[in-house]
């Protein structure tokens, strides 16, 4: 499962969404509860919230998984260089 973390980390944040979503329809739907104006922006409020806080901390952690920060190779082991694709001056 940690061979696609950004895969893994969209999945994720979209599925909790979802259900983030449903909960004022279903809830509402059922009887389970009624909210007013008020209380359902609180709600969606709280949960635009949580949800930044989450896509930003897994970006964080997404980023750690895949991005080369000390002596990046590429997969025949050559080190990656600025400049264009079998080119050996960099491009400024």
Known sequence: ???????????????????????????SAFGWFVWDTDQLEAYAAGVGVTISALALAFGVQ??????????PKD????????GPIGSEEPTI
Not at 2 to 23: Q, W
Not at 62 to 71: D, F, L, R
Not at 75 to 82: K, R
């Open 75 to 82: 997969d025949a082991g050559n080190v990656l260089t600025p």
């Open 62 to 71: 997404v980023e750690k998984q895949v991005t080369p920060t000390n002596n």
């Open 1 to 27: 499962m940690n061979n696609r973390p950004v895969v893994n980390a969209g999945r994720a944040l979209g599925a909790l969404s979802l259900v983030a979503g449903v909960v004022p329809i279903v809830g």
